[in-house]
């Protein structure tokens, strides 16, 4: 049997090993429930560190049970997402330092030209945010949208340079447009423009940086040692016992 952690657990090998089959059969479902705490004791430091994480964010841990034919239970980031950017390629750097993932509005922006090559974009003064902290949805939508960029990025395009479609971006009251380099005074970026009677003003939504680099600040092997080691030994105790009393109880012909 493999426990993976850092903690040392001999004594409960020594013990699994003494008891035989009900020794393994308890060590099966310590793992199983250690694993649940630590899933929640991750989702507690990620309240703790992340400022009003996400629902998503808060969701984003899976864990593999152990079974008897493969005694091991996993904690880990879910790999797999629908239109968003996965768990794991979020949140790894949040874990191992390093560059964050780039995003799918990212992603379709430099295929399209509109952003240099391996930079990042992150909201300015224009961006729309919500609860999170993320800029909404929809202003994303609206501006890939408008910059038609949207095909193979994940988004649903609705502009096709038809009449129609720009009588739609005048009704959304404000036009987008993104600037690769340096022009003026303004800096890479997307801004926004809003048409009023006596002029326009102009505001960026988004600005281009060439890294985003991130320092270890989610200590998940951390706590999950750490619970880990506080929780296994203390829990595989009581299911020992209570495997060795059902297999005395079946033995003795009393098993209720």
Known sequence: MKILASADFSDV???????GRQ??????????????????????????VFDH????????????SATMAMPAAYVWLKDEAGKGTPADAYLAPQIFGGDRARKRMEKALQSAGLMPARWYAVP???AQLNTYGNVKSSQVVQILSQLMVQRGGGYQSKR????????TVRRQGVTYFSIPERMGKLRPGI???????????????FLY???IRYGQRFD???????????DFPRIFDQELDKAIKTAFLRNQGRLF
């Open 23 to 48: 020794g393994q059969f308890a060590a099966v479902v310590a793992l199983n429930k250690t694993a649940k705490i630590i899933k929640e004791d991750l989702r507690s430091e990620m309240r703790r």
């Open 191 to 205: 801004y926004l423009k809003r048409q009023f009677v006596h002029g326009s003003a102009i505001r960026p939504v």
């Open 13 to 19: 090998r020594a013990k699994i090993n003494e008891a």
């Open 124 to 126: 300015a003064a224009g």
């Open 209 to 211: 940086v060439p890294a």
């Open 53 to 64: 994480p996400t629902p998503y964010t808060l969701n984003s841990l899976r864990t593999k």
């Open 160 to 167: 096709s340079g038809s009449a129609a479609s720009k009588r």
């Open 220 to 230: 998940f092997f951390g706590v999950a040692d750490r619970s880990a080691e506080r």
